[in-house]
């Protein structure tokens, strides 16, 4: 069994800035969408997390990802 998956990650509106549109990471095997969301460093206090997609389908933070799995991250949007 390999140690480290590979997860495309892709971030979204305010999440792009000082950071990026989508890359290719490696991470240990077991590793979790709210670990990918701490390890690129959003800071859910200021910034709340509106949804998380893996492969186009709706997942909560401790949804387990797997190798060339792929990781959308959308903050919560506002509005009137």
């Known amino acids: 069994m390999k140690n480290s998956i590979e997860i495309t990650v892709k971030l979204f509106a ?8 989508s ?3 490696s991470y240990p ?4 969408a709210g670990d990918i969301i701490k ?3 959003i800071d859910e ?4 997390i ?6 186009g389908r709706h997942v909560q933070k ?3 990802l797997k190798d060339k799995d792929s990781i959308s991250i959308f903050p919560k ?3 009137g």
């Open 50 to 55: 509106g949804v998380i997609m893996v492969n």
């Open 45 to 48: 206090d200021k910034l709340e």
């Open 62 to 64: 401790d949804h387990i």
């Open 14 to 21: 305010q999440y792009r800035e000082e950071r990026f549109k």
């Open 23 to 25: 890359q290719t990471r």
């Open 29 to 32: 095997a077991g590793i979790t």
């Open 77 to 79: 949007i506002g509005g």
């Open 39 to 41: 390890d690129i460093g």
